[in-house]
């Protein structure tokens, strides 16, 4: 059985940081494509970040480039998203997903394993 765990959330004040962490059970990460996404109340599932299989190469959301940092250890079997520089636009509920996809990808659509998600709450 899959499952992917978000932690790290919590309430952070605007210029902050925090960094979230997605650990993966019943399945080797390094054979998936991963991406963070986040939900904000009474929006829809955004694209966050995706990361190549090996972690070469990533993709960002423009409201994130260069504020967060999507990185993984396969060997551990974990992902992690350093946020900083927070901003109360970043206030949501993140998720960790797992994609089959070769390549990366930033359509949610494409991915197969989500998390249960973890709220991140920045204060102006």
């Known amino acids: 059985q899959v499952q992917l765990v978000e932690s790290g959330g919590g309430l952070a004040q605007a210029g902050g940081s925090l960094r979230l962490s997605c650990a993966a059970s019943g399945v080797t990460i390094g054979n998936y494509v991963m991406g963070w996404f986040r939900q904000a109340p009474g929006k829809e599932r955004e694209f966050v970040a995706t990361?190549?299989?090996?972690?070469?190469?990533?993709d960002y959301a423009d409201s994130v480039k260069g504020r967060f940092t999507f990185s993984r250890d396969n060997a551990k079997n974990m992902v992690y998203l350093q946020m900083n520089s927070l901003k109360p636009e970043d206030t949501a509920v993140y998720y960790c997903?797992?994609?089959?996809?070769?390549?990366?990808?930033?359509?949610?659509?494409?991915?197969?394993?989500w998390g249960q998600g973890t709220q991140v709450t920045v204060s102006s």
């Open positions: 997903a797992a994609s089959n996809s070769v390549v990366r990808t930033t359509t949610s659509h494409n991915y197969a394993y």
């Open positions: 990361i190549s299989r090996s972690g070469g190469y990533r």
